[in-house]
């Protein structure tokens, strides 16, 4: 960071301290985290945006809807690659924490094997049944071929993408976001590159977006790769993993495997429930036509890139509980968490409310026509209030799982997204209440889930949980 840039920072630690926002000292570190993975978040989160946007200009609601249905089952992959890479990042940061880089260095090896061996049965249903999986949704004729082409465009990604998360988490484990950031958001521009390439250069429409996600990918997992073996990255800035992977050592562990098969097993069921309530949410929407599916997607993308900010509080609290606890150092590790959940919640409702007043010009940028301008509007406002409670939530879980403490933010996600947020959207199915079901689902299935999960962080049972995976803990759990 500049002088400059630090001087900025010691007055911002000074203002936030005297509001009891979080410690001045603390701020400096989870700055240092945090703000190379926002950049990170929002540039990943931009180029579906982006393609989004590219594809109604190019063809239209059809399009844009067929990318909606193909884009929920996206989200799945990157959300189950974000639980596993959930377990890498708490049992790399609590072995880094504690000294043990070679045991560190052998979690991300068995993270990358499991990874891989996940996604080639992922690869194979979306290669077989493309169609079927977008016609399940309620898709009809162009919307469903847009679907199907850009399923099947971005097949071969689903690998890239999860071994892209375990490299990205375990840079974060060990403190070093610098990296990952670069990289990964030149990957973000390289895609965006292509895609306009692709779509209104080469006339491929949906097909030049998914292509365009496809390589830009592969190119990030190869630079990537470069680091997590060790290697020099020159005088880029960049710095390779200081727990490289490598091939002397026993290609599978099993005790690992089993330890961060249970620590990542409710952060996948946790991500997986977030990512798989989109279905029959889209399938609603379907109900309602094109232009509401659109709208819903609009309102998802807009939501996620305002959730860019949780890219950094949340992979910074993991981080810093983490090594602190593998430090033994418990009180440190709360203080941490608690300051950056109260961080995150002033950042998140600054930025949601600026979303909120510019929600119609967002809204012109994907769609055009009165109606379509209308029904977006609104849907990118309400998007922008369920931002907050994924600040709460993310910030929260984020020291969860640092502390290993995977379980109970699984039951969390799961009563606010299916036991509240789904049957908001049904009620509106079967009743006057229309498409007021799906805002009211938008806004619980964050807030819920993020009250639940505080209320876990305040409990304090996590660092009991924790001692279990410390270097020298109990193991044989």
Not at 38 to 59: N, R, W, Y
Not at 286 to 292: D, E, L, Q, T, Y
Not at 314 to 321: G, K, T
Request: hydrophobic content about 55%.
């Amino acid at each position: 960071m500049s002088e400059t840039g630090g001087d900025v920072v010691d007055v911002l630690g000074r203002v936030l301290d005297r509001l009891g926002i979080i410690n001045a000292e603390r701020l400096r570190p989870t700055l240092d985290l945090a703000w190379p993975r926002v950049v990170t978040g929002f540039a990943i989160m931009s180029k579906q945006t982006a393609d989004l946007a590219m594809v109604g200009i190019a063809v239209g609601t059809a399009g844009t809807a067929g990318l909606a249905f193909a884009l929920g089952y996206w989200s799945v992959v990157v959300l189950f690659g974000l639980g596993l890479a959930g377990g890498t990042v708490s049992l790399v940061s609590q072995n880094y924490g504690g000294d043990r880089t070679d045991r560190a260095a052998l979690v991300v090896k068995q993270s990358v094997l499991v990874a891989t061996i996940f996604a080639t049965p992922i690869m194979i249903v979306f290669a077989l049944f493309a169609t079927e999986l977008i016609a399940v949704l309620g898709a009809e004729s162009e919307v469903l071929r847009h679907g199907t082409v850009y399923l099947l465009f971005v097949t071969p990604a689903v690998l890239f993408e999860m071994l892209n998360l375990i490299a990205s988490r375990t840079y974060t484990g060990v403190g070093d976001t610098f990296t990952e950031m670069v990289i990964r958001s030149g990957g973000a521009v390289l895609n965006i590159v292509l895609s306009a390439v692709f779509i209104f250069g080469l006339g491929m429409g949906v097909a030049g977006a998914a292509l365009g996600t496809t390589l830009s990918t592969g190119v990030v997992m190869i630079v990537l790769a470069w680091g997590m073996f060790g290697r020099s990255y020159g005088g880029l800035g960049m710095e390779p993993s200081p727990v490289p992977i490598s091939l002397s050592t026993p290609l599978v562990d099993r005790a690992i495997v089993r330890q961060l098969l249970e620590v990542s097993a409710p952060e996948i069921g946790r991500r997986l429930a977030e990512g798989l309530v989109i279905f029959p949410l889209l399938w609603i929407a379907a109900s309602f036509g094109p232009v509401v599916v659109t709208a819903l997607e609009v309102a998802r993308r807009v939501r996620a890139m305002i959730n860019s900010i949780n890219w950094g509080m949340s992979l910074a609290s993991s981080s810093l509980v983490g090594q602190h606890l593998g430090a033994d150092e418990e009180s440190e590790a709360g203080a941490y968490g608690a300051e950056i959940i109260r961080l995150a919640m002033v950042v998140y409702v600054i930025v949601a409310a600026a979303v909120i007043v510019f929600a119609a010009p967002i809204a012109e940028l994907f769609v055009s026509g009165s109606e379509e301008v209308a029904v977006t509007t609104t849907f990118v406002a309400v998007a922008a209030i369920s931002a907050v409670g994924l600040g709460l939530d993310g910030s929260a879980s984020g020291a969860l799982v640092g502390a290993g403490d995977t379980r109970w933010p699984f039951v969390a996600s799961l009563v606010g997204r299916y036991g509240f947020a789904l049957p908001a959207a049904l009620v509106g199915l079967g009743t006057p209440l229309g498409v007021v079901g799906l805002y009211l689902a938008l806004v619980l299935e964050s807030f819920v889930p993020g009250s639940l999960n505080y209320g876990l962080f305040r409990s304090g049972r996590w660092k009991v949980v924790s001692r279990r995976y410390r270097p020298g803990g109990d193991t044989g759990h």
